[in-house]
Structures are given as C-alpha cells and as structure tokens.
C-alpha cells in the first residue's frame, strides 16, 4: 500500500466527515453528519485545529485522520500541537497508520 499523509484546509472538511462522524459512533456517540460537518468546519475556520488525513495514494482511499489541537505553553512561551483524535478506517488498522 502506497500511504501518504496531507494537512485537509479549512475547505475540504468534507472529504472527512463521513470518517469523522464514525470516530464519534466509535465512541458511542449517535451519528450525526451535520454535527461533524459543523465542528470541523468551525475547529479549521477557526484555527483551534489542524486536521491530516492518511490516504492511499494510488486509489485515493481515505484510511484514517488525525486532529491536533493547539496548546500553550506560558514556560517554553510557545505553542505546540496535542493529537486530540486519531481513527483509522476498521478494515486498515495494524498496518501502522495510525
């Protein structure tokens, strides 16, 4: 498999929220496309998030996303990124993606 990773820009929040609205049932969440549509769409527009997805560069494939969120630290006085969600498609899982 021939996997590729790229940041998603605050336009295409939709290529991931089919993905993003299985992470929530995954956590027992009921499902709701609008709802994950709104809080990507909201978390880039913002910049409270960076948001990569893990592909398959041949078939175009999505397997996976990660969202990392922005944190501060007032010692370094820098901001660093934390993984805040990370899910990989049932069927890709083991193969190192995540």
């Not at 089919?18 to 527009?45: C, G, H, T, V, W």
């Amino acid at each position: 498999m021939n996997t590729r990773i790229r940041k998603i820009n605050k336009d295409e929040y939709m290529l991931v929220a089919d993905m993003f609205n299985k992470y929530r049932i995954f956590y027992k969440q009921p499902s709701d496309i609008e709802l994950a549509k709104e809080y990507l769409k909201e978390r880039l527009a913002n910049n409270e998030a960076q948001l990569f997805v893990a592909y398959d560069s041949i078939s175009s494939e999505l397997l996976g996303f990660t969202l990392l969120y922005a944190r501060f630290s007032s010692v370094s006085a820098i901001k660093n990124w934390q993984i805040g969600d990370l899910y990989v498609e049932p069927n890709q899982r083991k193969r190192g993606i995540g």
